[in-house]
């Protein structure tokens, strides 16, 4: 008998437990006034096939700023024909 009240208690405590701990348990959205800013990298080529990797960071559609990347450099072909659809929109 003496057990069954034991074990009754505990699962209320249990239960108390979990449901005051709950927030703290999952995971919760972070909450800020501007989630639109943010950075990426891309290439960005010259009209003769010299391409450098650029950090850019932007803030919606703004561009915020560019900063080359040291060494992400390619020199293509005189003929070469940069396949994406508008490369020089550096905040899509």
């Known amino acids: ?29 972070i909450e800020t006034e501007d989630l639109t800013e943010y950075t990426h990298t891309k290439a960005i080529c010259n009209e003769s096939n010299f391409c450098q990797d650029y950090e850019i960071t932007c803030k919606g559609n703004t561009l915020i700023k560019t900063q080359p990347l040291t060494g992400a450099v390619i020199q293509h072909e005189e003929n070469w024909k940069d396949p994406r659809q508008t490369p020089e929109n550096l905040c899509e």
């Open 1 to 29: 008998m003496k057990k069954g009240i034991l074990i009754i208690i505990l699962l209320i405590i249990l239960g108390l437990s979990i449901f005051i701990l709950r927030p703290y348990l999952t995971g919760k959205v």
